[in-house]
T-cell receptor
Framework: NAGVTQTPKFQVLKTGQSMTLQCAQD?????MSWYRQDPGMGLRLIHY???????DQGEVPNGYNVSRSTTEDFPLRLLSAAPSQTSVYFC?????????????FGPGTRLTVL | TQLLEQSPQFLSIQEGENLTVYCNSS?????LQWYRQEPGEGPVLLVT?????EVKKLKRLTFQFGDARKDSSLHITAAQPGDTGLYLC????????????FGKGTSLLVTP
């Protein structure tokens, strides 16, 4: 199993550009989520999904959209990038999203918005 | 407002020393997890504690969940350079993991 994969690994955008961060998992997990990690801020939840067709907002959802058309994929869309969205983005999955489940993280996407 | 406060924020020690990292909150958590993150990678789960007062050991790492389920500690015995990394605690206020709150992390450097 590849686990959780993310692409791209690095990305530079100009303010106002849009892009999609890809996330895929091959463990048949129902729960998937997106976090951003900023220096001194820890990991903050952006959006999550408890299954195909179901998404919900986390702590910092503004400026981001998600969809979950399949169990495997959970892309994160930046509609109009802003410098405040410069961060490292992690996708994670777990079997059911229970607090005792192991969350499996991808390797991250490092995004810079100029 | 940070729900989980970790201390210390940074720790630099020599190989062979012992250390303790703390994760504190004023809220009660249904469970708490510890992750380790190495540079350029995603966090990896070390342990999950569920019961107040629970102690779990993972080789040289000892994890404790406070009796009131508001705090946790990670103790490393005889630290090795391979222990270097960012240690994150994460907890859920409910039995659902949907609102998993992370601390800011403790960055540990172990030098030979």
């Amino acid at each position: 199993n590849a686990g959780v994969t993310q692409t791209p690994k690095f990305q530079v955008l100009k303010t106002g550009q849009s892009m999609t961060l890809q996330c895929a998992q091959d463990m048949n997990h129902e729960y998937m989520s997106w976090y951003r990690q900023d220096p001194g801020m820890g990991l903050r939840l952006i959006h999550y999904s408890v299954g195909a067709g179901i998404t919900d907002q986390g702590e910092v959802p503004n400026g981001y959209n998600v969809s979950r058309s399949t169990t495997e994929d959970f892309p994160l869309r930046l509609l109009s990038a802003a410098p405040s969205q410069t961060s490292v983005y992690f996708c994670a999955s777990s079997p059911q999203g229970r607090s005792t489940d192991t969350q499996y993280f991808g390797p991250g996407t490092r995004l810079t918005v100029l | 407002t940070q729900l989980l406060e970790q201390s210390p924020q940074f720790l630099s020690i020599q190989e062979g020393e012992n250390l303790t990292v703390y994760c504190n909150s004023s809220s009660v958590f249904s469970s708490l997890q510890w992750y380790r993150q190495e540079p350029g990678e995603g966090p990896v789960l070390l342990v999950t504690v569920v019961t107040g007062g629970e102690v779990k050991k993972l080789k040289r790492l000892t994890f404790q969940f406070g009796d009131a389920r508001k705090d946790s500690s990670l103790h490393i015995t005889a630290a090795q350079p391979g222990d270097t990394g960012l240690y994150l605690c994460a907890g859920s206020l409910s039995n659902s993991g949907y609102a998993l709150n992370f601390g800011k992390g403790t960055s540990l450097l172990v030098t030979p």
